[in-house]
């Protein structure tokens, strides 16, 4: 197979994007401000690093509580002017920003090494390795599918209680769905993918021994349904990689 790179990356949204998109510009935020935000974002990403570092459940669940009432405080010193579109920032586009460099080194980790490269398989434990190395990837595409299926409500939710005008809300909304929605057909193009890749792992797993690489590098199977099938799986999967590098093209053409 020679798959096109899967990996794509969200476009950030800066805070410059939401204050002009809401008519907010810097002459209208305090001073202080500023050293507001700083303070909170030292803190803010000390606590983001020991909930991505614990698996603990527990503790995921307390360090979320610690970390909403450190940026409700924070947000309470913030002006009104401030307060919406750093609410938006913290609340939303930050967590989404995360996920999205979580999801990119995985990605990274996945398909800048011989993992996606299945003639390259030497052992069951290295197939192992890899099959648990695209899970990794999987369950990361699949947190930040999530979020931006979420992105409309959290948006408004966000909003809802602030002195923002309907159109000031809507502008942000807007601006968020613009820069960040585009993405969600890679990631559902590649979640499919991953479904594959796994068939493909589970299929050389299962009829390890029954099968070997030729010297051109292409698998040959000791059973017809089997190759078949690993035929099937594999051209699906250049077919969806294709598909989503021209989908990957086309957005950023449109941007």
Do not use: C
């Not at 401000?33 to 527990?58: C, F, H, P, Y």
């Not at 990361?140 to 209680?161: K, T, Y």
């Amino acid at each position: 197979m020679n798959l096109a790179i899967l990996s794509s990356k969200l476009l950030p949204v800066s805070a410059a994007v939401l204050l002009f998109a809401t008519g907010l510009t810097p002459a209208d935020l305090r001073a202080d401000d500023t050293t507001v935000t700083a303070q909170m974002r030292d803190k803010i990403e000390s606590l983001r690093q020991k909930l991505a570092a614990t698996s603990d459940t527990g503790e995921q669940i307390a360090l979320r509580k610690e970390l909403d009432q450190l940026i409700d405080h924070s947000l309470s010193q913030l002006s009104d002017s401030a307060r919406p579109m750093m609410a938006v920032m913290l609340k939303i586009v930050t967590p989404l920003q995360a996920d999205n460099a979580a999801y990119t080194r995985a990605a990274a980790a996945f398909f800048n090494s011989p993992n996606a490269a299945l003639e390259t398989i030497k052992s069951r434990e290295d197939l192992a390795a890899r099959s648990q190395a695209l899970s990794t990837l999987s369950a990361a595409n699949e947190r930040l599918l999530q979020r931006l299926d979420s992105l409309n409500g959290d948006v408004s939710h966000v909003l809802g209680d602030s002195r923002l005008t309907p159109s000031e809300r809507m502008a942000i909304r807007s601006t968020l769905v613009q820069q960040f929605f585009p993405t969600r057909n890679l990631r559902d193009l590649e979640s499919k993918i991953y479904v594959g890749f796994q068939s493909a792992m589970a299929l050389l797993d299962s009829q390890w021994g029954h099968w070997h690489l030729k010297s051109d590098g292409e698998f040959a199977w000791e059973e017809t349904a089997a190759s078949a099938k690993f035929k099937t799986v594999t051209d699906e999967i250049q077919r969806l990689a294709d598909q989503q590098m021209a989908a990957q093209i086309k957005l950023r053409e449109a941007r």
